[in-house]
C-alpha cells in the first residue's frame, strides 16, 4: 500500500519556519501552474545530481567520468540494481 495524499502537509514540514513564512511560501507554491512545479521539480533534481556529483569528485579525485557517474547511480540505485543495470558492484568499489 503506498503513501496517501490527504491533503494536509505532515506535521514536521517546515516546522522550523515562521508560520507567515510558511503560508507565504505556500501560497506562491498554490499560485504556480502545474507545468511550473513540475520544472521547479526538474531543477532541484538537477541540483541533487549536481551536489552529489561534486561529492563524488571531491571523495575519488582521481576517478574518471565513468567511474563518477557510476558512483552516483549506486547511491540512487542500491548494489543490485546497480549491478543487474550496469555489471558493477559498489562493494567492489569502495
Do not use: K
Not at 552516483?72 to 568499489?93: F, K, Q, S, T
Amino acid at each position: 500500500m503506498g503513501f496517501q495524499y490527504d491533503g494536509e502537509m505532515p506535521g514536521e514540514w517546515l516546522s522550523d519556519t515562521d508560520p507567515e513564512a510558511r503560508e507565504v511560501y505556500l501560497g506562491l507554491h498554490r499560485e504556480m501552474q502545474p507545468g511550473e512545479r513540475l520544472a521547479q521539480v526538474f531543477e532541484l533534481c538537477e541540483f541533487q545530481d549536481s551536489l552529489q556529483t561534486s561529492n563524488v569528485r571531491a571523495m575519488y579525485p582521481r576517478a574518471d567520468e565513468r567511474e563518477i557517474f557510476l558512483r552516483v547511480a549506486a547511491r540512487r540505485l542500491g548494489r543490485d540494481l546497480m549491478i543487474a543495470a550496469y555489471n558493477w558492484d559498489p562493494d567492489e568499489h569502495p
